[in-house]
């Protein structure tokens, strides 16, 4: 059985840093995104890396604050993002099986982590 478990969410100040980590069980190696939603919006792309990661994906809003990266020994995707703003609020959402920005490439998600950034 496939589980997608993200963690590392919470409260932090604008300016500031925090790292979602998003681990993966029950398939091999695969590619895997974050998306967010932040409430009253549609999902977003976020972020998306290849399985055999050398190919990173970032939507314009984070560009050079968000980097994410991959332990494959451990299944794990993490997203590093910095700099953060009071507009990347959001519940944040790990997936897997695609680098698209298109949400319904991805066949397994998490149940989300929220972040709050305060200004």
């Known amino acids: 059985q496939v589980q997608v478990v993200e963690s590392g969410g919470g409260l932090v100040q604008a300016g500031g840093s925090m790292r979602l980590s998003c681990a993966a069980s029950g398939h091999t190696v695969r590619h895997m995104g974050w998306f967010r939603q932040a409430p009253g919006k549609e999902r977003e792309f976020v972020a998306a890396i290849s399985r055999s990661d050398i190919n990173t994906y970032y939507a314009d809003s984070v560009k050079g604050r968000f980097t994410i990266s991959r332990d494959n020994a451990k299944n794990t995707v993490y997203l590093q993002m910095n700099s953060l703003k009071p507009e990347d609020t959001a519940v944040y959402y790990c997936?897997?099986?695609?680098?698209?920005?298109?949400?319904?490439?991805?066949?397994?998600w998490g149940q989300g982590t929220q972040v709050t950034v305060s200004s």
């Open positions: 997936a897997t099986g695609s680098t698209s920005w298109v949400a319904s490439t991805y066949d397994y």
